[in-house]
């Protein structure tokens, strides 16, 4: 079984920046993609960013120029840096781990921006 801890959210102002951290741990054996996923009240979850084994990257246009997602393989650990935040980027932010050919998800961590 693998176990996802995800930390690092929090109440931001607009402009502001927060890093999220995912770190994975159990009997892993391989890990490939990671990714954050965000669901806001009301609406569905929908894709932030992706990451693969190779560190090849994809975000969503909403977020492009403003996130950053990272891998530490060492660490079993994905990254979102997240800079110049806007209120419409509040919600439940949710990492998830492709390992052992397996899809997991963390338990969310919640990101509000607001004034």
């Known amino acids: 079984q693998v176990q996802l801890v995800e930390s690092g959210g929090g109440l931001v102002q607009p402009g502001g920046s927060l890093r999220l951290s995912c770190a994975a741990s159990?009997?892993?054996?391989?890990?490939?993609?990671m990714g954050w996923y965000r669901q806001a009240p009301g609406k569905q979850r929908e894709l932030v960013a992706t990451?693969?084994?190779?560190?090849?990257?994809n975000y969503a246009d909403s977020v492009k120029g403003r996130f950053t997602i990272s891998r530490d393989n060492a660490k079993n650990t994905v990254y979102l840096q997240m800079n110049s935040l806007k209120p419409e980027d509040t919600a439940v932010y949710y990492c998830?781990?492709?390992?052992?050919?397996?899809?997991?998800w963390g338990q969310g961590t919640q990101v509000t921006v607001s004034s």
């Open positions: 998830n781990v492709v390992a052992n050919e397996r899809l997991y």
């Open positions: 159990g009997s892993i054996f391989r890990i490939a993609a």
């Open positions: 990451i693969t084994s190779g560190g090849r990257t």
